[in-house]
């Protein structure tokens, strides 16, 4: 399985004029949807996003509860 796109402002997409309250609601949204995802992978799992803008989901990954490698791949920099 692999997700992909784990970049800010587009996982999670909330638009600027969202009042705070109904902003948290949606990432509360989106970081279940990313949960479900990352728990329904069966044998392996990619996550890919941009180096210059990750999402901030990408902050809350704990490395050490990943079993594998993490891998940085970084193209035309």
């Known amino acids: 399985m692999v997700i ?3 970049r800010e402002g587009t996982l999670p997409r909330i638009p600027r ?14 970081r279940r ?8 992978s069966m044998r392996a799992l990619m996550v890919t996003y941009p180096w210059s803008k990750p999402s901030q989901f990408v902050a809350e990954f704990d490395p050490a509860l990943w079993d594998g490698e ?3 791949v970084m193209h035309g920099v």
């Open 4 to 6: 992909h796109g784990l």
């Open 70 to 72: 993490w891998q940085t």
């Open 17 to 30: 004029d969202m009042p705070a309250d109904e902003a948290e609601e949606e990432t509360q949204s989106y």
């Open 33 to 40: 949807l990313l949960f479900i995802g990352i728990t329904r």
